[in-house]
């Protein structure tokens, strides 16, 4: 069993590696929800559906969101009536929304219908929101001190308004969702995916209980750092660790994770920091981690797997 905290691409993009080197039914994704958002009445999970769409093949891989030969019919028409239509909802993406929106209406909590979605969509894994309960990401702009909820600073503006500070609205009193500590505490190996430290693993890590169930298993707990060279391969995870203070490297995102993770896998472009990772006391495995290709993923993901199982399993 493999238990992997997941956000959106990045994380999507590495699940679907991990299923070429473990059997599909053995790996349960914890999501992130503190992205969701309720648009038109429809309650939105972006981080899940990115998820399961991606490991169902049913994903397009350009944007990284959404499904692959989408239309926008809907989109367009409400254009036309003066409605919102800054956050792109595509024609079959919005058969999921009415889907959950409809399932949380009878009564359902946001777990049962993900697992209903993830069955009927074919994603092949388990797949765990972080909790059934909400919980908001907001950030403080520089500019103002105003705070936006997450899909405003990241569609809206796009990401590029600086920060001065994050916060999880409802996570301290947010459950974990059924499942999510057992799959913590049972899985062989713990795989934190390179998705924004801060704004998609931060909100799973501040649910409470999962930190310390995290923790508890710190030594096979393996962190792949979503910052290559400086950069974030996509988004805004660079620009964030700056904006809170942090350094925007691989040393930013140890820093980070120390805590609850032993081992973080570094690309190669960031050799160099490699010891310092480990004055920090976690061990530090270097390779290729910009996943181009399935094949890349697969070769990641087993990477990953000998990094973070105990030394007997480790080469
Ligand atoms: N991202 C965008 O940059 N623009 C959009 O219009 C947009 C719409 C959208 C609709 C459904 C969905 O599940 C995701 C969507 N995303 C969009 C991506 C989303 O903002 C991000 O995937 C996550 O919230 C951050 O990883």
Redesign the pocket.
């Known amino acids: 069993m493999i238990c992997a905290l997941a ?3 990045g994380a999507a993009r590495l699940l679907r590696g991990l299923v070429r080197v473990v059997p599909p039914q053995d790996l349960t994704a914890v999501v992130n929800t503190g ?1 969701d958002t309720v648009l038109h009445g429809l309650h ?4 899940i ?2 998820v399961c769409y991606t490991l169902a093949g049913w994903g397009d891989d350009t944007r ?3 499904l692959a030969g989408e239309t926008w019919t809907v989109m367009t028409a409400l254009e036309a009536l003066g409605g919102q239509a ?4 595509g024609d079959r ?1 919005l058969a999921t929304h009415l889907y959950r929106t409809q399932r949380i209406s009878e009564g359902a909590p946001l777990s049962e219908v993900t697992t209903e979605l993830s069955r009927q969509l074919g994603t092949g894994i388990e797949v765990l929101p972080m909790s059934d309960d909400p919980v908001h990401t907001r950030l403080e702009l520089a500019a103002d001190g105003r705070e936006v909820a ?2 405003e600073y ?2 809206r503006l796009r990401h590029d308004e600086p920060v001065n500070a994050v916060h999880f609205e409802g996570a301290d009193t947010a459950a974990p969702a059924p499942g999510v500590t057992a799959a913590i505490e049972s899985a062989e190996v713990v795989v934190i995916c390179p998705s ?1 430290p801060v704004v ?1 693993i931060g909100p799973i890590l501040a649910v409470p209980e999962v930190s310390p169930a995290v923790a508890a298993r710190r030594d096979t707990v393996v962190a792949i750092s979503p910052i290559v060279a400086g950069k974030a391969l996509k ?1 805004p995870a660079d620009r964030l660790l700056l904006e809170l203070g942090e350094e925007p490297s691989v040393l930013g995102v140890a820093r980070r994770y120390v805590e609850v993770c032993g081992t973080l896998v570094i690309d190669e472009a960031d050799a160099g920091y490699a010891d310092t990772v480990r004055s920090l006391g976690m061990r530090c495995v270097v390779a290729p981690t910009v996943m181009r290709t399935a094949t890349d993923a697969a070769v990641l993901g087993k990477v990953v797997l000998d990094a973070g199982r105990p030394p007997a399993g480790r080469r």
Do not use: C, H, K
């Open positions: 956000g959106g691409v992205d939105i999970s972006p981080d559906d990115t990284g969101w959404g800054w956050f792109r909802l993406d997450f899909q990241f569609v924004n998609s988004g």
